[in-house]
T-cell receptor, first 117, second 111 residues
Framework: GAVVSQHPSWVICKSGTSVKIECRSL??????MFWYRQFPKQSLMLMAT?????????EQGVEKDKFLINHASLTLSTLTVTSAHPEDSSFYIC?????????????FGPGTRLLVL | DAKTTQPTSMDCAEGRAANLPCNHS???????VYWYRQIHSQGPQYIIH???NNETNEMASLIITEDRKSSTLILPHATLRDTAVYYCIVRPNFGNEKLTFGTGTRLTIIP
């Protein structure tokens, strides 16, 4: 099946710093990628839809100036958490759809665990 | 809001078939039924999806009722590694359509 990678797998940072998370589709092209966030014991919540070559679409309640998304190519989307605070500590997961396949099933990355001190 | 209803938790004996139900009574004609699972501290793993016909792959079988208002995911011979949260999601089969996750079913395989 299609493979999606994320980097880094975990990161610890100080409050006020910015953290960049990469999401790559390794063996397929994805014009659309999605970013989710998951807090402990909760389900995945969609943060934004990342479209190659255009601005991301954010879900209600997600600050676009805090969570910067760039989708510069068909295989790479990045999420930057700016001026991170402890309440941003969470599990961030991306997904991508395989436009070259028979359907457009979304495949997920392994996730990035962020801890802000 | 999630458009599916699943039991909160289920147990299944190792080696037996695990049958996970899902209700999606408001499913639209162009929506597929997708199943994903999430093992602790990992990203969700795609299992299977279908529109109206039953489907089978190397991981599982998906049985969709004729009226498409419910479905069942079957893991034919459950192992301890199948312990996970299983999510049933309905979604049009277009790449730019988001997945909306509900609370899923926490399946525990008992040795």
């Amino acid at each position: 099946g299609a493979v999606v990678s994320q980097h880094p797998s975990w990161v610890i940072c100080k409050s006020g710093t910015s953290v960049k998370i990469e999401c790559r589709s390794l063996d397929f092209q994805a014009t659309t990628m999605f970013w989710y966030r998951q807090f402990p014991k909760q389900s995945l919540m969609l943060m934004a839809t990342s479209n190659e070559g255009s601005k991301a679409t954010y879900e209600q309640g997600v600050e676009k100036d805090k969570f910067l998304i760039n989708h510069a190519s068909l295989t790479l989307s990045t999420l930057t958490v700016t001026s991170a605070h402890p309440e941003d500590s969470s599990f961030y997961i991306c997904s991508a759809g395989d436009r070259g396949g028979l359907d457009e099933t979304q495949y997920f990355g392994p996730g990035t665990r962020l801890l802000v001190l | 809001d999630a458009k599916t209803t699943q039991p909160t938790s289920m147990d299944c004996a190792e080696g037996r078939a695990a049958n996970l139900p899902c209700n999606h009574s408001t499913i639209s004609g162009n929506e597929y039924v997708y199943w994903y699972r999430q093992i602790h501290s990992q990203g969700p793993q795609y299992i299977i999806h279908g529109l109206k016909n039953n489907e089978t792959n190397e991981m599982a079988s998906l049985i969709i009722t004729e009226d498409r208002k419910s479905s069942t995911l079957i893991l034919p011979h459950a192992t301890l590694r199948d312990t996970a949260v299983y999510y049933c999601i309905v979604r049009p089969n277009f790449g730019n359509e988001k997945l909306t996750f509900g609370t899923g079913t926490r399946l525990t395989i008992i040795p």
